[in-house]
Each structure stands twice: as structure tokens, then as C-alpha cells.
């Protein structure tokens, strides 16, 4: 069973508005980390967020982490052609597997 | 420095075969997951191996195999090929194999069982 689940499945927008993601998840973590993956490859970290922290910003990316309800959300601001792709929030397990949900596909239109 | 490598990209095997897999993590990183993300759906950890050491394994039956070598590469294998272990099957590499860091992905293989 998956840890996290993004909501919402699919979300397009216009290149240049914001694209907002949330991730839930049901038990304790230590961290959660958002990862890309564009076309069926590979995936590629974006950020962690510790369950001590409430707000991180990488870039054009904001993470924030609310532990009391155990969810988290991703803001991509100023969105480009690039960003097209698939998101997941991963959370750790056991303290070596990482639990992802099943994503949610970004489509941003030119 | 080159990422997490795996190989081959594409594979197609009939049911009932057996495959290999392989990954070669970035220099220096001792652990090394596997996990299998089926069409639509997020990755689900196989296997971790930590120093040649299996530290963990997921819900997957004993069909699913994997072993670490003294240069920190890593195979997966899988006997009796279902349709069902069709899949992407992604490689992932850390320093040191907790999750409380960054998982460094290869581009994944492509395995098409037919």
C-alpha cells in the first residue's frame, strides 16, 4: 500500500500561473521529499522537507509540511513548458524505503 | 560525474523467462534501492542494499531477487516473468541509504513482459 497520496490526479494550466499539489499521507515521518519524473523516466529530486520544518522554497518551488494534518503541498510558481511532468511525494519508512503515492501529472500549456 | 546508470534501457521477455537487471550508482554511494513503477502509478520498493548488505525488502515474492557487488553495482533479478512484472524498474543510489536523504534515480529499464 502507498503511503502518500497527491491530489490531484491531473492538473493543466496556462504557462505562467501557479500549480499548487498536495500530497496526504497516513503515519508519522521523518521527512518528505518531492520528486519530477518527465516521460516514464527517471525521477528527479526536488526537495525535503524534515517534519520539524513548515515552509521550504527551492527556486521557483515551495514546499510546506502541516505534521498535525499530515499533509503536505507543492507550489510551482510561474510555470513553464518544462515543468510538464508527473510529481510525487515520498515519504520515508523504516528509514531506508521511501513510500510514494501516485502522482499527480502537471500539463502546462503554451 | 556520471549519475546512477542502468541497463539495458528496453527489454521484452515472454512469460516464464528469467531477467537481469543492472545499476551502477554514483561514485561513492554505497546503497543502492530498486523499486518497480507499474503504468500510472509511483514507484514501490523491491529491495535496498547497503554495503552488499540487504537491508530491506518490500512486498514482492521470492521470484524477485537482488544482490550487491564489492564495487556497490547492484542486479535484480526476476524468474518466472509474469505479465504483471511489466514495468519500469528504477534504480536509486544514496551515500548512505537512509530515507531521511535524497535518492539519486537512474533513468529507469523498460521491461516488457509479453
Known amino acids: 500500500s502507498q503511503q502518500g497520496e497527491e491530489d490531484p490526479q491531473a492538473l493543466s494550466i496556462q504557462e505562467g500561473e501557479n500549480a499548487t499539489m498536495n500530497c496526504s499521507y497516513k503515519t508519522s515521518i521523518n521527512n518528505l521529499q518531492w520528486y519530477r519524473q518527465n516521460s516514464g523516466r527517471g525521477l528527479v529530486h526536488l526537495i525535503l522537507?524534515?517534519?520539524?520544518?513548515r515552509e521550504k522554497h527551492s527556486g521557483r518551488l515551495r514546499v510546506t509540511l502541516d505534521t498535525s494534518k499530515k499533509s503536505s503541498s507543492l507550489l510551482i510558481t510561474a510555470s513553464r513548458a518544462a515543468d510538464t511532468a508527473s510529481y510525487f511525494c515520498a515519504t520515508g519508512i523504516n528509514d531506508y524505503k521511501l513510500s510514494f503515492g501516485a502522482g499527480t501529472t502537471v500539463t502546462v500549456r503554451a | 560525474d556520471a549519475g546512477v546508470t542502468q541497463s539495458p534501457t528496453h527489454l521484452i521477455k515472454t512469460r516464464g523467462q528469467h531477467v537481469t537487471l543492472r545499476c551502477s550508482p554514483i561514485s561513492g554511494h554505497k546503497s543502492v534501492s530498486w523499486y518497480q513503477q507499474v503504468l500510472g502509478q509511483g514507484p514501490q520498493f523491491i529491495f535496498q542494499y547497503y554495503e552488499k548488505e540487504e537491508r530491506g525488502r518490500g512486498n514482492f515474492p521470492d521470484r524477485f531477487s537482488a544482490r550487491q557487488f564489492p564495487n556497490y553495482s547492484s542486479e535484480l533479478n526476476v524468474n518466472a516473468l509474469l505479465l504483471g512484472d511489466s514495468a519500469l524498474y528504477l534504480c536509486?543510489?544514496?551515500?548512505?541509504?537512509?530515507?531521511?536523504?535524497?535518492?539519486?534515480f537512474g533513468p529507469g529499464t523498460r521491461l516488457t513482459v509479453t
Open positions: 536509486a543510489s544514496s551515500s548512505v541509504g537512509l530515507a531521511d536523504y535524497e535518492q539519486y
Open positions: 522537507i524534515r517534519s520539524n520544518e
